[in-house]
């Protein structure tokens, strides 16, 4: 069974630093790319970015709103994709997920239950 | 970037059709992935490649995808499809796209 959980958020003041992962299981974690989203309260469905596979490069895209600020990685040996964000801010308040996609598929097909961000001083 | 417009919310009788639009230039040309997210609960995907259902989404739940226009059709609907539906496309930037969502209420 494919199972997603993300882990990591909290309370955190505006300008510091926080990590968030996500520990995948179920699949074979090296063939996927992993991303992160996020929905701030009573809003929509934000993507933050997304990490291709090794076989894809590895490399790594990102929103424009966390661009220099938020850095994707992933460790395949523990199947873990983390999420580095620096310098929050107090809109980056929301519930994090992480997702996998296919890197021959356009879709997400499985999420996590998210993880709460609460940046507020 | 790229835009999709979604009603922010349909209604619909129990046992009726609801249909869902998202709307975007030209989004005929592209692949349209809709989820479903329940209060409190992480999305759920029900229609992926424009029509095609994963396995156990019911038959009930269909797309179309053609000029500026994609649909999401929930026939004979039931209490519990009463959700926020979100499309999504990939733009030309290699980036993921969302619609506002569409809150459905079932009467």
């Known amino acids: 069974e494919v199972q997603l959980v993300e882990s990591g958020g909290g309370l955190v003041q505006p300008g510091r630093s926080l990590r968030l992962s996500c520990t995948a299981s179920g699949f074979t974690f090296g063939d996927y790319a992993m991303s992160w989203f996020r929905q701030a309260p009573g809003k929509g469905l934000e993507w933050v970015g997304f990490i291709r596979s090794k076989a894809y490069g590895g490399t790594t895209e990102y929103a424009a709103s966390v661009k220099g600020r938020f850095t994707i990685s992933r460790d395949d040996s523990k199947s873990i994709a983390y999420l580095q964000m620096n310098s929050l801010k107090t809109e980056d308040t929301a519930v994090y997920y992480c997702s996998r996609r296919g890197e021959v598929t356009d879709y997400f097909d499985y999420w996590g239950q998210g993880t709460l961000v609460t940046v507020s001083s | 970037s790229y835009v999709l417009t979604q009603p922010p919310s349909v209604s619909v009788a129990p046992g009726k059709t609801a249909r869902i639009t998202c709307g975007g230039n030209?989004?005929?040309?592209?692949?349209v992935h809709w989820y479903q997210q329940k209060p409190g609960q992480a999305p759920v995907l029900v229609i992926y490649?424009?029509?095609d259902r994963p396995s156990g989404i019911p038959e009930r739940f269909s797309g179309s995808n053609s000029g500026n226009t994609a649909t999401l059709t929930i026939s004979r609907v039931e209490a519990g499809d009463e959700a926020d539906y979100y499309c999504?496309?990939?733009?030309?930037?290699?980036?993921?796209?969302f619609g506002g969502g569409t809150k459905l209420t079932v009467l």
């Open positions: 030209n989004i005929g040309s592209k692949s």
């Open positions: 999504q496309v990939w733009d030309s930037s290699s980036h993921v796209v």
């Open positions: 490649y424009d029509s």
